[in-house]
T-cell receptor
């Protein structure tokens, strides 16, 4: 079983829809939780990060963490064609004093005009 | 803004060649990382460095080595390239909790 599970999709929705992207994890030692957006043939770009359980909002994006269920989500409101990308969840752990990120597989999202 | 640059966007090499991938960051970050990204496998950590001349193996170090002679520069070396090292290589740097990625190098080994 992978430490971080993410449905790879692909996910296709019409413009303006609310998108929900999710990851589950098994390691209780994970601390920071991040979402990266990766456009085709580009490097991942940090979109949002959060430490504690609860919601964090940034414009049309909301990151949600439920540590008791080991479940994180990214919601995109009023989705736009420019949101079409692969979304990667990532979680940080400390191993022997060094921080490491563990990534989900990524969900490919397409917003149709 | 954090800027992480990688020396090449696309690279084609032959089997058995020695390959150098360079990464430079401009934020005085202590930590730097090399990943490879493959369809269906996601990002996998090859090596990381938390200080100049320091290096640690990641999850898939076999066939790779690294060099960090200066704080801003972290190099990934493929000693003898093989076709199974065809991949997207991503460099990242971090000064704290968050990692910032470069644009990636798409390496093809023929």
């Amino acid at each position: 079983q992978k430490e971080v599970e993410q449905d790879p999709g692909p996910l296709s929705v019409p413009e303006g829809a609310i998108v929900s992207l999710n990851c589950t994890y098994s390691n209780s030692a994970f601390q920071y939780f991040m979402w990266y957006r990766q456009y085709s043939r580009k490097g991942p770009e940090l979109l949002m990060y959060t430490y504690s359980s609860g919601n964090k909002e940034d414009g049309r994006f909301t990151a949600q963490v439920d540590k008791s269920s080991k479940y994180i989500s990214l919601f995109i409101r009023d989705s736009q064609p420019s949101d079409s990308a692969t979304y990667l969840c990532a979680m940080r752990q400390i191993i022997q004093g060094a921080q490491k990120l563990v990534f989900g597989q990524g969900t490919r999202l397409t917003i149709n005009p | 803004d954090v800027k992480v640059t990688q020396s090449s966007r696309y690279l084609v090499k032959r089997t058995g060649e020695k390959v150098f991938l360079e990464c430079v960051q401009d934020m005085d970050h202590e930590n730097m990382f090399w990943y490879r990204q493959d369809p269906g496998l996601g990002l996998r950590l090859i090596y990381f460095s938390y200080d100049v001349k320091m290096k640690e193996k990641g999850d898939i170090p076999e066939g790779y080595s690294v060099s960090r002679e200066k704080k801003e520069r972290f190099s990934l070396i493929l000693e003898s390239a093989s076709t199974n090292q065809t991949s997207m290589y991503l460099c990242a740097s971090s000064g704290g909790q968050l990692q910032y990625f470069g644009p990636g190098t798409r390496l093809t080994v023929t």
